[in-house]
């Protein structure tokens, strides 16, 4: 179990292994993201990632053109909501059960590409006696 990853320590999987952690968490959990109000924006979780870090940029590259379209326009439709100062209609919200991890995979693949990358880069060869 890795606890810190590439997008920050986690200990999402230690509770979800647990099943009265999980039942204790999973109420805070979901009333914290309905609290933080990104779905009333009609934003996915993984859209609140700092785009500007390298891997996510990379990340962001990988995905599908539906997928990049559909983050463009999820963006342009939360920043119209800010200029209004008003949240989308509650039939436009983001769902729990749409919200999935659709950019976490990306980030992990190309952590664990630069972590290969790293390791060929400093290796060190020995010549044959």
């Known amino acids: 179990m890795t606890i810190?990853?590439?997008?920050?320590?986690?200990?999402?999987?230690?509770?979800?292994?647990?099943?009265?952690?999980?039942q204790w968490f999973k109420p805070v959990s979901d009333w914290y993201a309905n609290v933080s109000g990104y779905r009333k924006l009609g934003l996915k979780y993984d859209d609140l990632?700092?785009?500007?870090?390298?891997?996510?940029?990379r990340a962001v590259e990988r995905l599908t053109p539906r997928?990049?379209?559909?983050r463009a326009f999820r963006f342009k439709r939360a920043s119209q909501?800010?200029?209004l100062?008003?949240?989308?209609?509650k039939?436009?919200?983001t769902k729990p059960e749409e919200d999935v991890r659709y950019l976490k995979p990306h980030v992990e693949d190309v952590e664990r590409e630069d972590l290969e990358?790293?390791?060929w880069d400093t290796i060190e060869v020995e010549r044959r006696r």
């Open 4 to 22: 810190a990853g590439p997008l920050g320590p986690s200990l999402a999987p230690l509770i979800r292994r647990n099943r009265t952690l999980y």
């Open 49 to 57: 990632l700092i785009e500007e870090r390298p891997d996510v940029e």
């Open 67 to 70: 997928q990049q379209y559909d």
């Open 81 to 83: 909501c800010g200029v």
């Open 85 to 89: 100062h008003d949240v989308l209609p």
């Open 91 to 93: 039939d436009q919200w």
């Open 117 to 119: 990358r790293r390791k």
